[in-house]
């Protein structure tokens, strides 16, 4: 009976040396995860900065900018619709659709 009280004391304390061990696992698994993600992060914003991306974005938005400040000082349709914007946008759609349809037949 005395072996079984030691063997009772023993695998008590045991359970109360790992009660944890599965939380910490689990937080340096977590850990490692939120590790690696950030330094996956940095990783690509030191390649996005790098490649000049975020120059060719900021002129992208220039661009575009100037282009719709253009299209709002052209004469407008019934003072409300610029008619260049309407041209503008009618050959855009046709070009949309001529190149959907060239990908189309290369594809088909």
């Known amino acids: 009976m005395v072996s079984n ?5 023993s695998n008590l304390e045991t359970a109360n040396n790992s009660e944890d ?7 340096k698994a977590l850990d490692s995860i939120e590790a690696k993600t950030e330094q996956v992060r940095v990783a690509y914003q030191q390649f996005y900065t790098t490649i000049g991306a975020e120059n060719v974005w900021k002129g992208f938005l220039d661009g575009t900018k100037n282009v719709i400040n253009t299209l709002n000082s052209l004469p407008k349709l019934f003072g409300k619709i610029p008619i260049g914007a309407i041209a503008a946008i009618s050959s855009i759609i046709s070009l949309v659709k001529s190149l959907g349809m060239d990908l189309l037949n290369t594809f088909a």
Do not use: S
């Open 21 to 27: 061990t599965g939380t910490l696992q689990a937080l």
């Open 5 to 9: 009280i030691d063997l009772l004391k």
